[in-house]
């Protein structure tokens, strides 16, 4: 993996060649090796590129020229079965210059143009400048596991792979106000930061001197309810499929010319992911697993070192108390250029720093299990409400009976009313939705008078919703509309971000993830409902496919979020003592967001309440917490004037 950064510029004087040095400079984790810079003669474009070398050690510097000179590469990310792509491409006549699989994308456009970039397999980011068509085309892998970044400033386009990349070339470091609102940092492409914005994962971007277009070139795609009604599904035959298709993707990305290890939380994925690359591999791997010393209810290491005496691998237990939480916070956030609302990126900060010390660059994750195969409780909880088709109706009966109906991380009440119609245009509810909504109401209480009247205008659920493809959605079962809306929204922007690139890539590690295949995606889409979850028990199919690499007692054992111990939770401790100091900082003045006295009441409260109930106001004081750091971190500013109320668009659910 590697970082870049792209300008295209339309206006007049512009010091390309500074603000290219400056803005990839800042982004030197993501690419400790090498470091490169091309500028067109005209001035007005140029890429820069920070090298981590996985493939190609010696020769694969970026970025990557044509022959003739008019077509310039810089990607960060891995293409799998490069080899098989690149020998077509030579046999076309095509002359390689790397050893390097990012070359492959290279002369798949110049020989068949941005189509030919949809046969890539992989974790990616890259951007393509033809000086012929004089436009640069951005792409992002098919499920947004590697990070790009888009914005316009004084008729200048800039793209890279970290939002501080753009700010370091000369973007001004402003708070957007409607994207923390709308929560569109996490519904939508938005960012914290006013005009910055991701690129919309399966996407390809196109800049030219007429500005930015966007389309789609692949999107998950799950049968008709009607269809899957229609068809004939044996587990005994999709299970034994199942297998050979993860085994597939995980060989893929054991391919690197540097030592592979495994993250092993204590769950089914993680160790499904070191079973199959050990049973691959031949011989033993390291597995690298997070252990809460300070709370046995948070810690998995146990059942991580099950599943390492089951693989035989040689295992390391990372211990994180919450003081390595509080100290490694806010640089932690510098990454993440987005809020905590649990300290868990921190931890894998933290276990991603021991895995660099240990001389590993890559490494197997089992992130994206859940969202292929249906194994959050929302989605179980989505089955046994709306899509119950096919099963056991006794053991549906029993399990709805058990849904705690009063559980205040699930109720209607506090649903907003856009998101009330969201689920009206669905025909049902969205489980996860009301989680968020859960610990929302609280923040939302603690909003400045402007914030609240703006939020209670904008409809951020109905606005999501009406961007979502309804052919994706429409005529599909319940749990697969849930799966594709959480795709959409929480997998790229928190999953993939909090939990992945940004705290393996601020150490320079690269994250592998077999289970995103997009080849495996599409044939999990397929998979009906009833058979993702079956039993009462999530990810069904999948634990039956991984069945021979798992101990037993992983194979059984139900879904266990990772999560670190929440700040609020038992004694004082470093921790803690960081969110109350910052909540009590002048950093939270500086926020366009709250009033500082309803949180800092809120904070001195929340000490007299019960442990469930500061568990579930953890979330709201780590968010804020996080803003304060970021607002530190970029010195931010706000925009000029904040809108006055009566000149924002009313949006009625």
Not at 268 to 280: I, P, R, Y
Not at 312 to 334: M, T
Request: glycine residues 8%; hydrophobic residues 40%.
């Amino acid at each position: 993996m590697c970082g870049f950064l792209a300008i295209f510029h339309t206006g007049g004087h512009h010091d390309l060649r500074a603000a290219l040095l400056d803005g990839v400079s800042v982004i030197r984790h993501r690419g400790p090796n090498e470091r490169g810079i091309w500028v067109d003669p005209s001035g007005k474009v140029g890429l820069a590129h920070a090298r981590l070398s996985i493939i190609g050690l010696g020769n694969g510097r970026q970025p990557i020229s044509s022959q003739d000179g008019s077509v310039h590469l810089v990607v960060n990310g891995e293409f799998y079965d490069y080899e098989q792509i690149r020998d077509e491409l030579v046999a076309r006549g095509c002359v390689f210059r790397t050893d390097s699989d990012s070359e492959i994308a290279l002369h798949l456009y110049c020989e068949f143009g941005a189509a030919g970039l949809e046969r890539l397999r992989g974790e990616f980011a890259l951007v393509i400048y033809d000086a012929n068509e004089r436009h640069m085309i951005v792409m992002r892998d098919r499920f947004g596991i590697k990070p790009v970044f888009v914005t316009e400033h004084d008729g200048t386009i800039y793209i890279g792979s970290e939002i501080k990349a753009l700010i370091a070339a000369g973007v001004p470091a402003i708070w957007d106000e409607d994207a923390y609102i709308s929560r569109g940092f996490y519904l939508e492409n938005k960012t914290l930061f006013r005009k910055i914005r991701s690129v919309t994962p399966g996407h390809f971007l196109t800049v030219s001197s007429s500005g930015l277009r966007e389309h789609s070139y692949w999107d998950l795609d799950f049968p008709t309810a009607e269809s899957l009604e229609r068809g004939t599904f044996e587990e005994e035959n999709i299970v034994p499929e199942l297998r050979e298709k993860i085994l597939e993707a995980v060989k893929l990305r054991m391919r690197s010319d540097v030592p592979i290890a495994v993250y092993l939380s204590g769950g089914v994925d993680s160790a499904a992911m070191l079973g199959c690359a050990t049973h691959l591999n031949g011989a033993p791997l390291d597995a690298f697993n997070l252990s809460f010393t300070d709370s046995e209810s948070y810690d998995e290491r146990g059942f991580a070192e099950q599943a390492a005496t089951h693989a035989g691998a040689r295992f390391h237990a990372i211990p994180v108390n919450q003081d390595d939480l509080a100290d490694n916070f806010s640089e932690a956030l510098w990454h993440n250029e987005t809020p905590f609302f649990n300290a868990h990126g921190v931890a894998k900060f933290i276990l991603s720093r021991a895995v660099r010390d240990a001389g590993v660059k890559v490494v197997i994750t089992g992130e994206g299990s859940d969202e292929i195969f249906a194994g959050y409780p929302h989605f179980r909880r989505d089955m046994l409400l709306y899509n119950a088709q096919r099963q056991d109706k006794e053991l549906v009966t029993k399990l709805r009976a058990n849904l705690n109906s009063a559980d205040a991380t699930y109720a209607d009440e506090v649903l907003p009313p856009d998101a009330a119609w969201m689920a009206a245009q669905l025909g049902h509810g969205v489980s996860w939705v009301n989680n968020q909504a859960s610990w929302l109401a609280p923040l939302r209480e603690l909003y400045d008078e402007e914030t609240r009247w703006r939020w209670e205008k904008m409809g951020p659920y109905r606005r999501f919703y009406s961007g979502v493809a309804q052919s994706r959605i429409n005529g599909r079962d319940p749990v697969h509309k849930s799966m594709y809306l959480w795709a959409k929204t929480f997998l790229p922007n928190f999953v993939l971000t909090t939990l992945g690139d940004r705290m393996e890539m601020a150490h320079s590690v690269e994250g592998r993830v077999p289970l995103l295949d997009h080849h495996l995606a599409e044939y999990a889409c397929r998979i009906p409902v009833w058979l993702k979850i079956k039993g009462g028990v999530e990810k069904h199919v999948f634990r039956e496919a991984m069945r021979p690499f798992i101990p037993d007692a992983l194979y059984r054992r139900k879904k266990h979020y990772f999560r670190a111990p929440p700040a609020m939770l038992g004694e004082k401790n470093r921790l803690s003592q960081l969110v109350e100091d910052t909540i009590h900082g002048d950093a939270l003045q500086d926020i366009p967001f709250f009033d500082t006295t309803l949180v800092r009441r809120a904070w001195s409260d929340a000490a007299k309440e019960s442990p469930a109930r500061r568990a579930l106001l953890d979330p709201v004081f780590m968010e804020i917490a996080s803003l304060c750091s970021i607002q530190r971190s970029f010195r931010m500013s706000s925009n000029p004037s904040r809108t006055a109320p009566d000149r924002i668009m009313e949006v009625t659910a």
